[in-house]
Nanobody, 127 residues
Framework: QVQLVESGGGLVQAGGSLRLSCAAS????????MGWFRQAPGKEREFVAG????????YYEDSVKGRFTISRDNAKNTVYLQMLSLQPEDKALYSC????????????????????WGQGTQVTVSS
């Protein structure tokens, strides 16, 4: 079993940056591919980025490509989401999720593929 705890959210002005962290418990963390999702008020949760458990493959939603970077440190059981050039439309509750497998390929963007979820961290971007 994997437990996930996000941190690093907050309030930032448009054009600013934040780095989110997702700390995982469990010795098998390195066998799980990880994803970041977000949910804005009144909208469905959407995929943001994913990374294979080896860290070698990543996948991004189109609107964040070139601005967001997902990475992981398996020695620290942590996955990160570096967010640059934040815009008001990036405001959302950001959650990390884990799915078993996907050593070499990035995990899929579908929510149902993920077995474990964190509670989320709020990101607010002021214009």
């Amino acid at each position: 079993q994997v437990q996930l705890v996000e941190s690093g959210g907050g309030l930032v002005q448009a054009g600013g940056s934040l780095r989110l962290s997702c700390a995982a418990s469990g010795r098998t963390f390195k066998r799980y591919a990880m994803g970041w999702f977000r949910q804005a008020p009144g909208k469905e949760r959407e995929f943001v980025a994913g990374i294979s458990w080896s860290g070698g493959s990543t996948y991004y939603e189109d609107s964040v490509k070139g601005r967001f970077t997902i990475s992981r440190d398996n020695a620290k059981n942590t996955v990160y989401l570096q967010m640059l050039s934040l815009q008001p439309e990036d405001k959302a509750l950001y959650s990390c999720a884990a799915t078993l497998g996907y050593e070499m390929e990035a995990p899929p963007p579908a929510e149902y593929e993920y077995e474990y979820w964190g509670q989320g961290t709020q990101v607010t971007v002021s214009s």
